[in-house]
């Protein structure tokens, strides 16, 4: 079996940092590192096909807004404050990043009463949204259907295209396709057998994170379409609450409309199903019929990092390994900021905001034997 | 330009007939003029790509018989009757040939009023059918919905995977992928310039062919699903009258299922779109719903070839070119009886059954001018 104490692949120098992960999140991480001149490895089997390959790039704080989670929404206002300058160093336009708000519409007179629930949370948190009255709705989207009973427009949710993201990134940082099967203090073992050393490894595996150590992150799957019509038939990013449930629709620059997404508990499935391809066309063609006719270019699934309390688990964990994982339904949103609070515990700086509530420390009362045994398991 | 007089291509010995259009059609002929000593290459840009991949191979006259169309329905029930013999020497398991009938299912109290319409049409026919009630139908098919309200079991009506037989019929005749231009007498003049003659030609060039002549085949467009689940998930072959669409079901011995159709004047367009799929989904699951968690695995779309009385189009037309086009939903179905056809006419035989009521003759009086003018325009 080959093995070697450090990483002295012949096409890898000697990183600072191993970042375990190549989604949007760890490319994020070491693309920032390298910024900041330390060097870093991201190792990936299949580099950005995971969650970040899915998702379709809301980068929405205040369409991500629940109840009972005001500190994910000040990580998520924070998160969403640091896209400019990272859209601006990869080329805003090259990642398809458009900062033209979010129509969130009710259907029917029940989902008119969750989106009344909806507003007073944006009032309780101060967040700036416009209510609109059903005809505003279709003046600002006019392929919205004549039954929707209003609107809100929130003008701080954002997006971008991932896939995009993760193609400037592959090209700015150090990379290679191997899957890594053990995690260990600053050791990482590959499927290959080797066993490579560094100075801070940093987790970032996304779904699989809670199969390379003991944090109790799980799967969380996601089907998802992407449609296409002529550049512009959808005019406004759409998210749509529908008998029930919720649906979006965000249109690209060239004529791409991604829509998602279900949320299933189904572990490591990325099956596409006859019953979730139909619930979301159902959705969307209720909501927005006049897409009928738009090709359905893609199905796809992926499977979100999901944590018990809906909170991304980013620091430091036992044996001295640096996480950065749980990102749930916005890893997207929250991977520039991520990366800077990494690169600030790497360098053993203070995170421009507090982290605490991220912790992996939150989970360590209910795991501690399993995070005891980590150096033996490792 | 290259050119020649004579069929004189390397891989392809100078044969007695071309056949035009590389089809489940144009390859039964092929195979069946060989059968009896007479050589033939099939010519196609894209051989068995058309309506053949995209069919799900329904084998179902009774299914397939509409008022006023008695002598489509003797035609297809002729071709069925060649089908044990066809898939025989094809090999019937290898094809995923079955003789299990087909059920079909009324999902309302307006479609059982069409299935009763249905039935009144059977039996004047004389066709054997069983009527069947909503219990009788789920014991059948147990993944059935309970509101199915009654239903009618063809015997007669059998299936087949049309890929299999395409796949088959390649290995056993002579092909050459190359795109046919135009056809004039007994010469074809292909894309990369060259005139190829021969002692035939026949044009079974599907939905292409009024292209290639001046036929009146149209294409009908055809949205179809591809479902997977555990071989046997689904039992019987199942036709619904769903709320006043209809809709099929085909299982494959493999646990593949195939789900069509679309309807669709829409000229020479296979877009996949958002529509075409909902509403074949939401059929399906309205009347088969234990199949929402099978894995769609496909969505493709095919041209049929439609005539304007809905029957084939097989025989002599003028310049001597044989026809055996406009198949319409049926291309599978009679591609067998239709090589027979094709074959006796070529020996100077009578066909097995009268195929006058197919002759192209039918539509020359619509389009003499253009008959008259076809050496000039070939």
Chains 1, 2 share one sequence.
């Not at 009710?106 to 989106?115: I, N, P």
Request: charged share 15%.
């Amino acid at each position: 079996m080959p093995a070697s104490s450090d990483i002295s692949h012949p096409d890898v120098p000697n990183p600072d940092v191993i970042v375990v992960g190549g989604g949007i999140v760890g490319l994020s991480i070491a693309w920032q590192l390298q910024q900041n001149s330390i060097s870093a490895v991201v190792l990936d089997k299949a580099l950005g096909s995971g969650a970040s390959h899915a998702a379709a790039g809301m980068l929405a704080p205040v369409n991500e807004a629940y109840w009972g989670e005001s500190e994910v929404l000040r990580l998520h206002l924070a998160a969403s404050a640091a896209w400019p300058e990272f859209a601006a160093a990869l080329g805003a336009d090259t990642v398809d990043y458009h900062r033209n708000g979010m129509l969130l519409a009710a259907f029917d007179a029940d989902d008119k009463t969750q989106l009344a629930h909806l507003h007073e949370l944006h009032q309780q948190e101060g967040l700036t949204v416009e209510t609109l009255r059903s005809q505003q709705c279709r003046e600002m989207e006019p392929l919205l259907s004549p039954s929707v009973q209003g609107g809100i427009f929130s003008p701080l949710d954002h997006h971008v295209n991932p896939r995009l993201v993760v193609q400037e990134l592959l090209k700015a940082v150090t990379v290679r396709a191997t899957h890594v099967e053990q995690v260990t203090g600053n050791c990482v073992t590959t499927s290959d057998g080797q066993t490579l050393s560094c100075g801070q490894v940093v987790v970032a595996a996304g779904a699989w994170s809670g199969r390379l150590l003991d944090l109790p992150v799980r799967p969380v799957k996601g089907q998802i379409l992407r449609l296409r019509g002529e550049p512009g038939l959808l005019r406004q990013p759409i998210r749509g609450l529908i008998r029930g449930a919720s649906i979006y629709a965000i249109p690209r620059s060239d004529g791409e409309i991604v829509v998602g997404a279900t949320q299933e508990e189904m572990g490591f499935d990325t099956r596409i199903t006859a019953g979730g391809v139909y619930e979301l066309l159902r959705d969307l063609l209720t909501l927005l019929p006049g897409l009928s006719e738009a090709d359905l270019t893609e199905t796809w699934a992926g499977l979100r990092p999901g944590s018990p309390d809906n909170a991304p688990i980013i620091g430091w964990g036992p044996s001295g390994i640096c996480f950065a994982s749980g990102h749930f339904r916005n890893g997207v949103l929250t991977a520039p900021i991520t990366a800077s609070f990494v690169t600030a515990l790497l360098q053993k700086q203070e995170p421009c905001i507090d982290i605490g509530p991220f912790s992996p420390s939150r989970f360590v009362s209910a795991t501690s034997s399993s995070w005891r045994d980590l150096q033996a398991v490792g």
